[in-house]
């Protein structure tokens, strides 16, 4: 089966079932599948041949869903992007893929539109640029009318489980992101692993609550596949806000939550969180990125409800391990490897290491990516013997619970989405006042990590921490821009003149 296969199997099951809730609104499994269906359609008529790439570059909206599962029935690949990207980043992605298209949406709180149409510009390969607008965008093609016409009866279109379905990109060693593949079987098996966990396991009676973004692994596949594959209803969030959240919660009777630590850190916060009824959560889980032991402390008192804590990654489809596969829940660590995942911990040479003893995680199984777009030698690298090598660091205790102590690689996770020191680092570089800089992590309650740069400026320049922060922004994604700038005379470099990054990193979570 093939995930179009699958929503279309869940709609025939349950067709008037409801499927998604968006805004008090509700989309039965067949309207949902009839539209993706329009979708797809629409996209094999502008010329989309099965192996090509659809950029997506929307937030959560019943119509992300729509044209995720409408490009896949079409054969081709879908390419999520993050709607926090700037022109570069998008461009960038747009080239690398050779996306033939990208669907996007505008409104006036929605603005990466822009970013979108200013992107395509310069991406040679792409053909299309597919607006879902109120009004006519010149030079693109209007949702409404090249969709929305479209026929609704299945496209006749052949998908094998073993053609790459998503790319998702995420930053790699050189600074630029890499495409990870991911086929059909890739994600429909980590769903499958999630199911042989009782407590994950979604039903049709379950009321799936989504804020998370969809363009993340996380959201697409543990929280949107997972939810069609059992025929679940999505109680979709547009945007995350700590009391809007609850009262969907509330007035829904939400059964599953997915969620990542600053949606936590925020209700921990609430002075009047008690006042919500969230009695009917039967499953809470928590990934992205490390949870502090005390949020999940401070928000299991206040609700009532655990939170099962695990860990993943996009080449993984996501999810390796979790709490909820474990005899119990241990806070602090990610748990027990899904069923079907083997997990090891080795040194460098690849041998495993005793148990207690800190070494890199690697996994294994059918979840694990294809490999990396065009990329052979980092596939190479990351795919060994048919193991993933996370790049991850971390301890498996006596009992089998695992614990990500750190990263061999100087990635900076915020709020669950990668950032590379190195591509801040050529951005701040830019600046005419710059002379030298490094980026580094410090630790954030609120995000998990965050990030700081260490800047020496030009003998005679001048720049203020306000002025650096600004030209990030402009350049690059709000997530991946400093929160804090110090000033140094010089860098702590080695005799090879290489940045000392983990003296830079106890500096820095000290000043913190």
Known sequence: ????????????????????????????????????????NALIALGIAPGDRVALLMHNLPLFMEAYYGILKAGASVVPMNV?????????????????????????????????VAAAAN???????ILATPEETPGTLAWASTIGNAPTTPPNVTVNPEDVAVICYTSGTTGRPKGAMLTHRNLL??????????????????????????????????????AVMNGASMALIERFEPVSSLEVIQKYKCTVLYGAPPMFVAWAQ?????????????????????????????????????????????????????????????????????PGVEVKIVDTAGNEVPRGEMGELICRGANIMKGYWHQPEATAEALQDGWLHTGDLAVMDAEGYISIVDRKKDMINVSGYNVYP??????????????????VQYPDPYQGESVMAYVVLKQGQ????????????????????????????????NNTGKVLRRELRDQAAQAV
């Open 270 to 338: 609430l002075p009047n969180i008690r006042d919500y009824d969230v009695s009917s959560l039967r499953y809470v889980a928590s990934g992205a990125a490390a949870l502090p032991v005390r949020v999940l402390e401070a928000f299991q008192g206040l609700s009532g409800v655990p939170i099962s804590e695990g860990y993943g990654l996009s080449e993984a489809s996501p999810v390796v391990t979790t709490n909820a596969a474990a005899p119990e829940t241990r806070p602090g660590t990610v748990g027990f490897p899904l």
């Open 84 to 116: 926090l990207y700037k022109v570069g980043e998008v461009e960038y992605i747009l080239k690398d893929s050779g996306a033939k298209a990208i669907m996007s949406f505008r409104s006036d709180a929605a603005p990466y539109y822009k970013v979108a």
């Open 189 to 226: 098996s980590n769903c499958e692993q999630c199911m042989m966990v009782p407590a994950i396991t979604t039903r049709p009676d379950d009321v799936v609550w989504l804020a998370l973004p969809l363009f993340h692994i996380y959201a697409m596949n543990v929280g949107m596949n997972l």
């Open 422 to 439: 190195r591509e801040v680092e050529e951005v701040l570089f830019r600046h005419p006042a710059v002379a030298d800089a490094a980026v």
């Open 123 to 129: 991406a040679p390969e792409l053909q299309h640029v």
């Open 1 to 40: 089966m093939d995930l179009g296969q699958m929503l279309a199997q869940t709609a025939a099951h349950y067709p008037d079932k409801t499927a998604i809730i968006f805004r008090d609104n509700g989309t039965t499994y067949a309207e949902f599948d009839r539209r993706a269906n329009q979708v797809a």
């Open 462 to 493: 001048q720049a203020t921490e306000q002025e650096l922060m600004d030209y990030c922004r402009n350049e690059i994604a709000t997530f991946k821009c400093p929160r804090k700038i110090v000033f140094r005379d010089e860098l702590p470099k």
